[in-house]
Each structure stands twice: as C-alpha cells, then as structure tokens.
C-alpha cells in the first residue's frame, strides 16, 4: 500500500521560513514527477510547485523566488523550502505524484494535507 506521508507546516509570522517534507512509503518501483498543491478556504487547489524526477522544476509565479523544491529519489521524499512567507501563503497543503509504479500498476496518489499558517 503507497502511502504519501508530509510534514513540516505550522504558524509563521510573515517573512518566516517553513520546509515541508513528504515522504513515500510501500512497494514502490518508480516515482514520476512530485509536487507540492495548496488549498485556500474557499478556492481551488492550486499548483505551488512541481519536480521531474530528473530534477526539473516548475513554479507558480506567486512563489517564484521564494519556494524551492527539490527531491531525494533515494529516501523518496520531496521537499518545499518556503522563505518569505506572506498571509496569502496560508492554505493547506498537499503532496502529489502524478505516477507511482508498483507490481499492482501505476497510478497518482495525494497525500493527506499539512496546514501552512502565516501571520500578519
């Protein structure tokens, strides 16, 4: 059974820093691309940031400059490093990968959501 396991969020005060970590657990063969997905009280998720697993990586224009993602193929775990947080950083936030191959098959999986907290 894959599991997406994250942690890492809390309270900040703006202009803080948060590394978020999600790590991968089960009978895994491959992992395709990773990201990080937020989810503000009443909007839709969004894309904060996404890594191939050759280490390519896209951003939002939000949080460009600002968030880095980066992996660790080894360990199977993804990270966020958030510096600079301001308020509108504040949302829940999800790890995703798109595509994990296991002897059953290949399918996305989510992870159950950190709570990022940035205050004024």
């Known amino acids: 059974q894959v599991q997406l396991v994250e942690s890492g969020g809390g309270l900040v005060q703006a202009g803080g820093s948060l590394r978020l970590s999600c790590a991968a657990s089960?009978?895994?063969?491959?992992?395709?691309?990773m990201g990080w997905y937020r989810q503000a009280p009443g909007k839709q998720r969004e894309l904060v940031a996404a890594i191939s697993s050759g280490g390519s990586t896209i951003y939002a224009d939000s949080v460009k400059g600002r968030f880095t993602i980066s992996r660790d193929n080894a360990k199977r775990t993804v990270y966020l490093q958030m510096n600079s947080l301001k308020p509108e950083d504040t949302a829940v936030y999800y790890c995703n990968a798109d595509r994990i191959v296991t002897m059953r098959g290949a399918r996305g999986y989510w992870g159950q959501g950190t709570q990022v907290t940035v205050s004024s």
């Open positions: 089960g009978s895994i063969l491959t992992i395709n691309d």
